[in-house]
């Protein structure tokens, strides 16, 4: 099994659909992660949980939420998906030392029509 | 803001020395890293190096790390095609997480 496993790993829906994109991980690590990567632009941050009681907005959190279930699993979700939200979104998670980087998962692309 | 920069492309052939650049802003850095991300696949952790380092080498690749400019590069030896692929470098945020660069296009010619 991976390390980081995200579901669904491709989804079309439509605009105003609220979606949730699920993550979990088996490296037993507290810090998660949720990135989008858009051609040209690189990965942008869009949440971080550093534990299950701490969640923090990155870059571009506007128009997600997340939801820390437990130490396994980071879930986002588009409480209304628009067109610009298609992307491929990726899940990591780190051990926070730093020494090891993050493990990320396969990723999930998103098109909203 | 924070940024971290990267040229968007770089073609070479085959059998040719690959070098990726890299400037970040954060001077607080701890750790540098080169992600690879290959057609259709994830991202892959490919080295990276402890800020108070100059230099790493890890078989083909070697990182040079300028703290003073805030200067990162790769360079990859005996480039193949199957280092086709985008490289991202990023910088760990104190506190927060990696930042990343918007990515460098590979292209290896035979």
């Known amino acids: 099994d991976a390390d980081v496993t995200q579901t669904p790993r491709n989804r079309i829906t439509k605009t105003g659909k609220r979606i949730m994109l699920e993550c979990s991980q088996t490296?037993?690590?507290?810090?998660m992660y949720w990135y989008r990567q858009d051609p040209g632009l690189g990965l942008r941050l869009i949440y971080y949980s550093f534990d299950v009681k701490d969640i923090n907005k990155g870059e571009i959190s506007d128009g997600y939420s997340v939801s820390r279930q437990a130490q396994a699993k980071f879930s986002l979700s588009l409480e209304s998906a628009i067109p610009n939200q298609t992307a491929l979104y990726f899940c990591?998670?780190?051990?926070?030392?730093?020494?090891?980087?993050?493990?990320f998962g396969s990723g999930t692309r998103l098109t909203v029509v | 803001g924070e940024d971290v920069e990267q040229s968007l492309f770089l073609s070479v052939r085959e059998g040719d020395s690959s070098v990726i650049n890299c400037t970040y802003t954060?001077?607080?850095?701890?750790?540098l890293y080169w992600y690879k991300q290959e057609p259709g696949a994830g991202l892959q952790l490919l080295t990276y190096i402890f800020s108070n380092m100059d230099m790493k080498q890890d078989q083909r690749l070697t990182v040079l790390l300028n703290k003073k400019d805030k200067h990162l590069s790769l360079r990859i030896a005996d480039t193949q095609t199957g280092d086709s692929a985008i490289y991202f470098c990023?910088?760990?945020?104190?506190?927060?997480?990696?930042?990343f660069g918007k990515g460098t296009t590979l292209s290896v010619s035979s």
């Open positions: 490296k037993g690590h507290d810090r």
């Open positions: 954060d001077s607080s850095s701890t750790y």
């Open positions: 990591a998670t780190s051990d926070g030392t730093g020494n090891y980087g993050y493990t």
């Open positions: 990023a910088e760990s945020m104190s506190g927060t997480a990696l930042i």
